[in-house]
């Protein structure tokens, strides 16, 4: 087995920075680069022919790598853009002009999802958002239809409980959608033992496969028996008849829509191949051993830890509020310690399997420093998006 700091050599920016914003945007494997070299060459030299040769099925085959790593048996997990249109294929399954329209999620969900069931609004749907700490269980009635969920928080890495969340909403009839992109490949995630009816994530964080390869998993009963209506042709029986009317495709292929993402389908399975090779409960060892680590460093220093002190509830990031935490942030980066910060949470900081004690040690004393000597001052009123 090789040793974890041995990884470090796969993964260039690690030469240049201290990386701990792999709860954003992991850090690039070279071997991406190299996938993405081999895309062009099929493109330049096969042209066409590509897509019989293993172009066309890829939101399949790289589906499967995913289900792999959740949890999911094969022929469960296809390939989106995003979670977004991956939720958006979910909901077009369900009609929202019925008893059974209600959309319960809790008040962390990620934004782009919570705008997404917003909207449907429009076409009648209700939102219940429960207040941060109180119960999602509870919130769900026979009146709910989607339960859109995150199993980790997104603004302050607290893991959800999805087991009591999936109970309660099978006993009132309702669908749970699991948003696992802060926790795929950083937190053991078993789609099957939980009984998520539909599960999804994106490849941005943690399984450090870069952007524009987003995942969705369906149970396989739903994925035999829904008909989803935001359809394309990938998700056609026999897409290369062009048949003029829409015969659905047997199982996890109806929830496709037209042309995949090729290229980020090549350089995503460069970093979900090193996700496998280390595997996902050691790389969980490692991540609270680090929070651990992180929490007690950060104490000492006298900040103000954010993020939950109970390892079982915390994910792979740690946050913690320093005074004007976006001009801190901007003074890390120009010192190459690379993190992020959400507003009312502060700066996130998220190390992962790669990341040695020593740069966690450096990014601390360096955050205490900036705030003792408040280098930060300068960086005020400038404004960071990334
Ligand atoms: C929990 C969670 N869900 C979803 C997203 C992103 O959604 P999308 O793939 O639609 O951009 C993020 C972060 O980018 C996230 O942290």
Same mark, same amino acid.
């Given at each position: 087995?090789?040793?974890?700091?041995?990884?470090?050599?796969?993964?260039?920016?690690?030469?240049?920075?201290?990386?701990?914003?792999?709860?954003?945007?992991?850090?690039?494997?070279?071997?991406?680069?190299?996938?993405?070299?081999?895309?062009?060459?099929? =493109?330049?030299?096969?042209?066409?022919?590509? @897509?019989?040769?293993? =172009? =066309?099925?890829?939101?399949?085959?790289?589906?499967?790598?995913?289900?792999?790593?959740?949890?999911?048996?094969?022929?469960?997990?296809?390939?989106?853009?995003?979670?977004?249109?991956?939720?958006?294929?979910?909901?077009?399954?369900?009609?929202?002009?019925?008893?059974?329209?209600?959309?319960?999620?809790?008040?962390?969900?990620?934004?782009?999802?919570?705008?997404?069931?917003?909207?449907?609004?429009?076409?009648?749907?209700?939102?219940?958002?429960?207040?941060?700490?109180?119960?999602?269980?509870?919130?769900?009635?026979?009146?709910?239809?989607?339960?859109?969920?995150?199993?980790?928080?997104?603004?302050?890495?607290?893991?959800?409980?999805?087991?009591?969340?999936?109970?309660?909403?099978?006993?009132?009839?309702?669908?749970?959608?699991?948003?696992?992109?802060?926790?795929?490949?950083?937190?053991?995630?078993?789609?099957?033992?939980?009984?998520?009816?539909?599960?999804?994530?994106?490849?941005?964080? =943690?399984?450090?496969?870069?952007?524009?390869?987003? @995942?969705?998993?369906?149970?396989?009963?739903?994925?035999?028996?829904?008909?989803?209506? $935001?359809?394309?042709?990938?998700?056609?029986?026999?897409?290369?008849?062009?048949?003029?009317?829409?015969?659905?495709?047997?199982?996890?292929?109806?929830?496709?829509?037209?042309?995949?993402?090729?290229?980020?389908?090549?350089?995503?399975?460069?970093?979900?191949?090193?996700?496998?090779?280390?595997?996902?409960?050691?790389?969980?060892?490692?991540?609270?051993?680090?929070?651990?680590?992180?929490?007690?460093?950060?104490?000492?220093?006298?900040?103000?830890?954010?993020?939950?002190?109970?390892?079982?509830?915390?994910?792979?990031?740690?946050?913690?509020?320093?005074?004007? $935490?976006?001009?801190?942030?901007?003074?890390?980066?120009?010192?190459?310690?690379?993190?992020?910060?959400?507003?009312?949470?502060?700066?996130?900081?998220?190390?992962?399997?790669?990341?040695?004690?020593?740069?966690?040690?450096?990014?601390?004393?360096?955050?205490?420093?900036?705030?003792?000597?408040?280098?930060?001052?300068?960086?005020?009123?400038?404004?960071?998006?990334?």
């Amino acid at each position: 087995m090789r040793d974890l700091l041995d990884y470090r050599g796969e993964f260039p920016i690690l030469a240049r920075a201290t990386y701990l914003i792999n709860h954003s945007l992991g850090a690039m494997p070279a071997e991406a680069e190299r996938r993405l070299g081999e895309y062009a060459r099929t =493109w330049s030299t096969r042209g066409i022919r590509a @897509w019989g040769e293993g =172009w =066309w099925d890829l939101p399949l085959t790289v589906g499967d790598q995913i289900g792999r790593l959740i949890g999911a048996p094969t022929s469960t997990v296809v390939m989106h853009q995003n979670v977004t249109i991956a939720e958006a294929v979910v909901l077009s399954c369900f009609r929202l002009d019925g008893e059974r329209r209600r959309i319960v999620y809790e008040e962390g969900n990620f934004p782009s999802v919570r705008y997404l069931y917003q909207a449907q609004t429009r076409h009648g749907a209700e939102i219940v958002v429960v207040p941060e700490g109180d119960s999602v269980a509870d919130a769900i009635d026979e009146r709910t239809l989607l339960v859109p969920i995150s199993q980790v928080l997104f603004r302050t890495g607290e893991i959800q409980d999805v087991e009591a969340i999936v109970r309660r909403a099978h006993e009132m009839g309702a669908h749970v959608v699991l948003d696992a992109y802060q926790s795929a490949g950083i937190l053991p995630l078993d789609v099957t033992a939980l009984g998520v009816d539909f599960a999804t994530g994106g490849s941005v964080k =943690w399984l450090c496969g870069g952007p524009g390869a987003g @995942w969705l998993y369906v149970r396989p009963d739903l994925a035999a028996s829904l008909e989803p209506t $935001f359809v394309g042709w990938q998700a056609h029986a026999r897409p290369f008849a062009f048949e003029p009317e829409l015969e659905y495709a047997d199982g996890v292929a109806r929830f496709l829509t037209g042309t995949p993402n090729v290229p980020a389908l090549y350089a995503a399975t460069a970093g979900y191949d090193l996700i496998e090779e280390v595997g996902v409960a050691r790389i969980r060892e490692s991540s609270v051993r680090q929070t651990e680590l992180l929490i007690t460093l950060l104490d000492q220093a006298g900040l103000d830890v954010g993020s939950p002190r109970d390892p079982a509830r915390r994910g792979g990031t740690v946050t913690v509020r320093t005074p004007a $935490f976006a001009a801190v942030h901007r003074e890390l980066s120009e010192r190459e310690i690379v993190c992020d910060f959400r507003p009312d949470a502060g700066l996130r900081l998220g190390p992962h399997f790669f990341t040695s004690d020593d740069e966690l040690r450096h990014a601390v004393e360096q955050i205490a420093e900036i705030v003792e000597s408040r280098a930060y001052e300068r960086h005020l009123g400038a404004v960071a998006r990334f």
